[in-house]
T-cell receptor, first 112, second 110 residues
């Protein structure tokens, strides 16, 4: 079992729809959770982080965390073609929460 | 605030040659990471520094890879000798609470 698992996709949604990206993790001691967006040929860009159970909203993005189910998700409302990218889920664990484990990423395509 | 700086951005070498990458983290960030990202995969941690001490180098191929972080600021990652399978993007990241990446160095080994 991988420590951080994501569906590789591609996930295809029409413009204006809600894109839902999911991530599960294996270590119950994981402390903080991140979503990065990575365009082709570019480095990962931090778009959301969440530390507590529940929802966190920032503009069109909502991160959802359920520690009991070891599940974190990212919702993108009103998806735009410019949202087409690979979305990486990352989890901090270990003493002090300093070890970061990345998932392999989900490719998202938003069709105009 | 300046971001994480890396150089060079691209490097092409032949197998068995050596190569070095440089990283300057965001000012004040004590934690620095080097990752290897192969096409289609997520970043894989090679080494993590806290100030100038190594926190985790469990996935660093120590027979050919080395890294140092002098004075707890800049860091260099070296590969000697390079293999074909080392072709990847090498990402440096630094962290205060959240982690931020530099632009990466794309290495091609022929």
């Amino acid at each position: 079992q991988k420590e951080v698992e994501q569906n590789s996709g591609p996930l295809s949604v029409p413009e204006g729809a809600i894109a839902s990206l999911n991530c599960t993790y294996s270590d119950r001691g994981s402390q903080s959770f991140f979503w990065y967006r990575q365009y082709s040929g570019k480095s990962p860009e931090l778009i959301m982080f969440i530390y507590s159970n529940g929802d966190k909203e920032d503009g069109r993005f909502t991160a959802q965390l359920n520690k009991a189910s070891q599940y974190v998700s990212l919702l993108i409302r009103d998806s735009q073609p410019s949202d087409s990218a690979t979305y990486l889920c990352a989890v901090n664990r270990g003493q002090g929460g300093f070890k970061t484990i990345f998932g392999a990423g989900t490719r998202l395509f938003v069709k105009a | 605030e300046a971001g994480v700086a890396q150089s060079p951005r691209y490097k092409i070498i032949e197998k068995r040659q050596s190569v070095a990458f440089w990283c300057n983290p965001i000012s004040g960030h004590a934690t620095l990471y080097w990752y290897q990202q192969i096409l289609g995969q997520g970043p894989k941690l090679l080494i993590q520094f806290q100030n100038n001490g190594v926190v985790d180098d469990s996935q660093l191929p120590k027979d050919r890879f080395s890294a140092e972080r002098l004075k707890g600021v800049d860091s260099t990652l070296k590969i000697q000798p390079a293999k074909l399978e080392d072709s990847a993007v090498y990402l440096c990241a630094s962290r205060a609470r959240e982690q931020y990446f530099g632009p990466g160095t794309r290495l091609t080994v022929t």
